[in-house]
């Protein structure tokens, strides 16, 4: 296995991650903030809203800051959001968190999708294999987000969850 195949089945777990985190932690977020269904679906709508202009912006970043400046710029984004995230206490720093989290998974997944066809000869296995890995991420962040809210406390887990995208 290359060094390119590692890192994708590396790193498309964390997009996958990336991409369900918020909806893991909109309830417990809820209860902590004291929002109400408009302002968490506030919080969800800032998610989308910021994805694309930012994968539009991504393309030209790519160029200038390199596939590895644009993907740890993003990774560093998420983990910033997460730790946001896992401290705040009030709701316009939650919706700013969530915008840098939507920034972040923009940036990284834009290269994930560019290098996943780089990584192996043959597209459809590409494909077919790393969508398999981001669906991972995405089909267990709930489940292990939970455990750890449930194990350590809101504060701990995220802050977990954003260690986990430094490294």
Do not use: H
């Not at 004291?34 to 809203?49: D, E, H, Q, R, T």
């Not at 700013?96 to 459809?124: D, E, K, R, T």
């Not at 995405?138 to 809101?154: E, K, M």
């Amino acid at each position: 296995m290359t060094l390119l195949q590692t890192f994708m089945v590396v790193s498309l777990p964390a997009t996958g991650m990336c991409y369900a985190v918020l909806g893991a932690l909109k309830l417990p977020l809820a209860e902590r903030l004291k929002m109400n269904v408009a302002k968490v679906g506030g919080l969800v709508s800032s998610f989308g809203f910021m994805v694309g202009p930012i994968i539009l912006l991504c393309g030209f970043l790519a160029v200038a800051l390199g596939r590895k400046g644009l993907w740890i710029s993003g990774s560093m984004l998420v983990a910033l959001s997460l730790f946001m995230l896992a401290r705040t206490t009030k709701y316009s720093w939650a919706v700013v968190a969530v915008a840098l989290l939507s920034g972040g998974w923009a940036a990284m997944i834009n290269v994930g999708n560019v290098l996943m066809y780089l990584a192996y000869a043959n597209v459809f296995m590409a494909t077919n294999l790393l969508d398999f890995f981001f669906g991972l991420g995405a089909f267990l962040t709930p489940t292990v987000t939970v455990l750890l809210i449930r194990r350590f406390g809101f504060t701990t887990a995220v802050t977990m969850l954003g260690a986990l995208l430094i490294v």
